[in-house]
């Protein structure tokens, strides 16, 4: 009997997905039936390598088999990487349904060669549609009909910038009741038959329409809502990125792919659900999973054979995303390092597009403060101080606002904060001015709101990675853990406070530690400012309650009654009506229920 073939080593590579055997998508959970579903992936996959060894022993050996891949990835020229294909491109009239079939997860026969690329007229011209420019301003109109039903049932006719110009579609609408017996069957690729029936043409008919939408409808404003505050998304000034970033997502499986897992995955993430059609409850976390794992399918070939250029980091990154709001931070840290390493080779942040570079920075920022943690990537970003050129007229609007953060410089000098901490919070006051400023200019000016965001998402940095490098006291730290909230809500209320919620009982606990009753007397304006912010970030009863109880007691001792006493306080301290205004509004609410 002949001796059995070895399987050959995977080639050594900085990019975990190389290496992995799709571990990041194989790891035991809580759902029995999605673990025996992973496990079947990698079985298949384990036959389809033992196949190709028994043909390559037949036919000779393969110049294309991973033992010949260099461990070094090629870095495409920035000027060229968007042409960057790889060998037997699709003619023009490949039905692009068909291709992403081919190379499905659940074929035995899957090959470990490059996906093709993708271009406009292998597209399905509904998915074409929705990847085509949302910013132009006259365009024919093109019909989506996927076949979908219950809210999604109606066609929806997509016209350039529709998406960005209509309201919302109410999702919490209760749907219509219908006979069970005429609801079509739900897709079978989340099954554990699933893996011999996968219809990938009616998967993406049915959920690439809703999370394109949500995704542009949604995220995107609730990520940039000072700028959306000002002028419609397309119009914003990362409107030709993300337009391009669209097109990127149409070219290459794992681009798709890709966004689509990072679509779902924050719809579900805000939602609690996701608002496709044909997915039930059980079903919520497979879906993005089920991208997640054929994006990463795609990225380890072409990461295999050498390829590196800013799309496949930008993919890595979505799922880091994925990752960290659908499993934990554990299953997402393989994604992270793997950035880190695409990020370096590629030359740094720097080399990104103001777009991406941004949302590199804003997950980086809000993945800490989820954990109260300390973000991972260097800060080389910060604009420093406003742009001269403001400087005089900011001053003359300063001197008709002067009670701006007035009282928090000197609440800041009794707590003996250290240096670092003093001067972080002093840029606070900077901020703020300068938030209350564009917010009353008439018109929109990119590069200020460009000055803003980068400068908010440094200060936050700062205020995260305080505890490297100095001890602070449980009031000190308290005051910088409702700083950081309080900076997260200013550069977008929705995300910012969404994102805070899981680290409130981390400052509960700082909280508790501090002698509330003695400690907190002198400066009880303090204390009030920092548990409003913990209590309009709590999302679990027992935490709100707490905040409440103590918000409630400190405002006695100062001799507040009201909600109009309680912004009047704030305004003296930090608080940026535009953004804060309306959760302090719905706070103080709940603090005097009888009197408001």
């Known amino acids: 009997m002949p001796n059995k073939s070895k399987r050959p080593k995977s080639p050594d590579s900085q990019f975990l997905f190389v290496n992995e055997d799709a571990s990041t998508v194989t790891r035991a959970t809580k759902d029995t039936e999605l673990d025996r579903t992973k ?27 991973p033992s010949s891949v260099s461990p070094s990835p090629a870095i495409a020229d920035p000027s060229t990487e968007t ?9 023009r009239g490949t039905d692009f349904f068909d291709v992403l079939q081919g190379i499905d997860f659940s074929d035995v026969q899957f090959q470990a060669t490059s996906p093709p690329v993708f271009t406009q007229g292998s597209l399905d011209p509904r998915l074409s549609a ?47 009741l219908r006979d ?19 219809n990938t043409q009616r998967i993406l008919e049915q959920w690439a329409p809703p999370l394109i939408r949500d995704y542009n409808m949604v995220s995107l404003p609730d990520k940039y809502w000072r700028d959306v505050q000002k002028v419609p998304m397309g119009q914003m000034r990362h409107a030709p990125a993300i337009h391009a970033d669209m097109q990127a997502s149409m070219s290459e499986a794992a681009h798709m792919y890709a966004f689509l897992a990072s679509a779902a995955a924050q719809m579900l993430w805000r939602e609690g659900r996701l608002l496709l059609p044909n997915v039930s409850e059980e079903d919520y976390h497979r879906v993005p999973t089920f991208f997640k794992t054929k994006a990463i399918e795609a990225l380890r ?31 997402a840290e393989p994604h992270f390092q793997a950035l880190l390493a695409m990020v370096e080779a590629l030359g740094g942040l720097n080399t990104f597009d103001d777009y991406q570079m941004e949302k590199l920075m804003i997950l980086d920022c809000f993945a800490a403060l989820t954990w109260n943690g300390v973000p991972r990537m260097a800060m080389t970003w910060d604009p420093g101080h406003f742009m001269d050129e403001t400087l005089q007229n900011l001053d003359t609007w300063d001197q008709q606002n002067i009670q701006i953060g007035e009282r928090m410089g000197t609440i800041i000098q009794a707590l003996n904060a250290n240096q670092t901490t003093t001067i972080t919070l002093a840029d606070l006051v900077e901020l703020l001015r300068v938030s209350a400023y564009l917010h009353d200019l008439p018109h929109y000016i990119p590069e200020s709101y460009k000055w803003f965001a980068r400068r908010t998402l440094a200060i936050l940095h700062r205020l995260l990675s305080i505890p490297l490098h100095s001890e602070l006291d449980d009031r000190v730290d308290s005051l910088r853990i409702a700083a950081a909230y309080w900076t997260a809500i200013m550069l977008s209320p929705i995300f910012g406070r969404r994102a805070v919620s899981r680290s409130v009982p981390i400052l509960r606990q700082k909280l508790d530690l501090t002698d509330i009753d003695f400690l907190w007397a002198p400066h009880t304006d303090c204390l009030l400012w920092v548990v409003v ?6 999302d679990k009863d027992d935490d709100l309650q707490w905040y ?49």
């Open 39 to 65: 496990q079947s992936h990698v079985q298949r996959q384990n036959f389809a390598r033992r196949r190709r060894l028994r043909e390559q022993s037949i036919s000779g050996p393969s110049t294309s088999t």
């Open 301 to 331: 070939v072409k990461l295999a054979a050498g390829q590196l250029n800013h799309h496949i980091a930008v993919d890595v990154h979505r799922l880091y995303l994925v990752g960290l709001l659908t499993d934990s931070a554990e299953v």
């Open 130 to 176: 929705m990847f085509s420019n949302p910013f132009a301003t006259a365009a024919s109109p093109l019909a989506l009909s996927p076949r979908t039903t219950g809210m999604f049932e109606s066609s929806h006719s997509y016209q350039p910038g529709h998406y960005f110009d209509m309201a919302p579609p109410s999702y919490n609408l209760t749907p219509p």
């Open 180 to 198: 069970p017996t005429t609801l079509p069957s739900p897709p079978m690729l989340l099954s554990r038959r699933s893996s011999q029936v996968v």
């Open 548 to 596: 409440l109880d103590i918000a409630r007691r400190a405002a006695t001792q100062l001799g507040l009654s009201s909600t109009t006493e309680l912004e009047e306080l704030f305004s003296e301290l930090l608080y940026d009506p535009p953004s804060q205004r309306d959760l302090l509004l719905q706070f103080g609410a709940r603090m005097w229920p009888v009197a408001e």
């Open 83 to 91: 042409t960057s294909v790889s060998q037997g491109g699709l003619s």
């Open 533 to 538: 912010l913990g209590g309009i970030c709590a």
